[in-house]
């Protein structure tokens, strides 16, 4: 069965072409014009992801996936969006969204982070095993995720995959699905750098290159949610490589 798309656009030329071209990629795909188009077909049948444009008359894309979040519904949410500041994107992050493409786009990209995310909201695989690793390599090959309902723990933070909860010592934190992949894969892999290549095919599934700042704004937002006054920072830079998770 072909993916389905809702796709929620106020600009009719952007979302005709984006309809025209996620329709021959495969995808079956549902277009609005208005944040609460989006949100009444979303209550009348689920998609397997949305892409919103973040400023739409009325109810923006951000008033929609923060009301899709209260409601608990976790379908992953592709925001567009013109506004290029750190920001803006970390609005985006707030609001519940997944991921994120800068106007003007290459449709190209929109199908690379959309697979991305489909593939990360699918079942794991019931063979999924913990590896190990030696610390401190870089370009390392990631430890995949423990067995259903295992715990990982890290440096203070405590995960559990399956209900998709984490804390920092008793603290539990808030975090996106994004936010939360990232976390889980720094944490299992606690005193290995990751390089920047490495972190973008375990979450995203592509390397968007040198030049983006996708992964620097999720790292940045985590940091909010994770670091505490007085407490050692967790998620450390090594400059020029990527990011390694150790407390010192």
Not at 28 to 45: I, K, N
Not at 175 to 194: I, K
Request: aromatic share 6%.
């Amino acid at each position: 069965m072909p993916h389905t798309v809702l796709l929620a656009e106020d600009d009719r030329a952007i979302r005709h072409a984006l309809e025209r071209a996620l329709t021959l990629e495969g995808y079956r795909v549902t277009a609005v014009a208005d944040g609460l188009e989006a949100l009444a077909q979303a209550h009348r049948s689920r998609p397997d992801v949305l892409v919103l444009d973040v400023m739409m008359p009325g109810i923006d894309g951000l008033q929609v996936c923060r009301a899709l979040r209260a409601e608990g519904d976790r379908t992953p949410v592709l925001m567009l969006t013109a506004l290029v500041e750190t920001a803006d994107r970390i609005a985006g992050l707030d609001a519940g969204a997944d991921d994120y493409v800068v106007k003007p786009f290459d449709v190209d990209e929109v199908f690379a982070r959309l697979r991305a995310l489909l593939r990360r909201a699918a079942p794991a695989p019931a063979s999924d095993a913990v590896s190990g690793g030696p610390p401190e390599a870089v370009r390392e090959t990631p430890r995949e995720p423990a067995p259903a309902g295992r715990t990982v723990e890290a440096a203070g933070v405590r995960m559990d995959p399956q209900a998709r909860r984490a804390w920092r010592g008793r603290r539990e934190l808030e975090l996106t699905r994004t936010e939360f992949e990232l976390l889980e894969l720094l944490v299992r892999n606690a005193g290995t750098v990751l390089d920047h290549a490495t972190i973008y095919d375990r979450i995203w599934g592509y390397d968007f290159g040198p030049g983006s700042k996708n992964l620097a704004v999720y790292v940045g937002y985590l940091r909010r949610k994770l670091d505490e006054p007085d407490a050692p920072r967790l998620i450390h830079t090594v400059r020029g490589v990527g990011y390694v998770l150790r407390e010192d």
